[in-house]
């Protein structure tokens, strides 16, 4: 099983260098469209990357990382940063397509980063998870990444991140396994929206909900209706993932008891589904309750990947096989940091 949250053994920080010229605070409205940033970044004084980047390196060599991970927000020399990089191999992780495109057409491998307003951490966990399912590196190693730490239009921050034991007994090919009966694009949004579920609840309170995905047919003989079906008859179109107002329903339903049916193209076939199937001999963690035994008994009977969202905590957890495979902790906070006396380390303010 692995705790993305716990990802993140340890880190070193490097905080700013330079304070803002005249020492005036300047502040940088968040919901900011994202090429203007891009803009803002271009027009402010600010670290150079080529400095941030000689940091990388020699951490890098100290740490014996396997890369240096950069989270990019402005444009970059990566012919440059190659030739500085040596043998480290470097990957480029944006929510902006130019900036991945640049990269890529320099050779260094580029992650797209879905939400432009996801905290750093998720950021970070979704670049390195995806890096370890392309194999650009392996777990268990470490990675140095640099990132805009305390000014979100510029880089400004280098952190040494381990990925710990927990995340080396999850291979990249467990990582790609997930994809053979449920397309990855299926998994993904399904995967974001428990996120959502689990860190906003609904209207103020906590909700628990499970999405059994894929396999859909042989869900729906293993499962029975609790009540009202508030997706049946609705044109396939208008019932698809894909669609944001779609999965703006979906939190809606949520809150009623009962399963999502997700066919693996993404289409919600039903929903307020009860788990009705034969009973499987599975270990479960102490203190999980009926609808987790529920979501490792309809993975096991089926080839169908449960995703469960705890109604406790909103801690997301994939079965798939009649076992957890995957667990991931929504983010509430924002990032805290800790000992800054020249070398230190960074820690979510959420961390258990």
């Known amino acids: ?49 080529s400095a941030l980047f000689e940091v990388a390196v020699a951490l890098a060599d100290r740490a014996d990382a396997e890369a240096i991970l950069i989270l990019a927000e402005v444009d970059i020399d ?34 797209l980063l879905d939400n432009p307003t996801a905290t750093l951490q998720d950021k970070l966990t979704q670049a390195l998870l995806e890096a370890v399912a392309a194999e650009h590196i392996q777990p268990g190693s470490a990675v140095v990444a640099i ?76 499962t029975r209706a609790a009540g009202f079906d508030f997706v049946k008859a609705y ?14 329903g979906i939190k809606e339903i949520a809150q ?5 049916v997700v066919a693996s193209d993404g289409t919600v076939e039903a929903s307020c589904r009860l788990v009705d199937t034969l009973p499987v001999d599975v270990t479960m963690t102490t203190g999980l309750g009926a609808r987790h035994f529920a979501g490792a008994a309809i993975s096991k009977n089926t080839k169908a990947i449960a995703v469960v969202v705890s109604e406790t905590n909103g801690t997301i957890r994939i079965f798939q096989n009649g076992e957890i495979v995957l667990r991931i902790e929504p983010f509430r906070r924002a990032m805290k940091w800790k000992s800054f006396g020249g070398v230190g380390t960074t820690r979510s303010s959420d961390e258990v």
């Open 78 to 111: 990566w012919p440059t940063l190659n030739r500085m990089a040596r043998r480290t191999k470097v990957i480029a992780a944006s929510h902006l397509s130019e900036l991945n495109q640049a990269a890529a057409n320099n050779e260094v491998p580029a992650i």
């Open 147 to 222: 990132y805009a730490g305390f000014d979100d239009a510029s880089l400004d921050s280098v952190s040494v991140i381990r990925l710990n034991e927990r995340l080396g007994k999850l291979t990249a090919r467990d990582l790609q396994q997930l994809g053979i009966n449920v397309p990855l694009d299926t998994l993904k949004y399904v995967v974001d929206l428990a996120v959502e579920i689990g860190r906003e609840g609904r209207e103020g309170k906590p909700v628990g909900t499970m999405f059994v995905v894929g396999d859909h047919r042989r869900v729906l003989e293993n």
């Open 256 to 260: 009623l008891d009962g399963a999502f």
């Open 235 to 248: 044109p396939r179109r208008e019932r698809n993932l894909a669609d944001p107002r779609v999965r703006e």
């Open 1 to 49: 099983m692995t705790n993305v949250q716990s990802m993140f053994d340890s880190g070193c920080a490097v905080p700013a260098l330079s304070p803002q010229a005249g020492g005036a605070e300047q502040k940088i409205n968040p919901l900011a469209s994202a090429k203007g940033r891009l803009r803002m970044a271009k027009e402010q004084p600010s670290i150079p990357i």
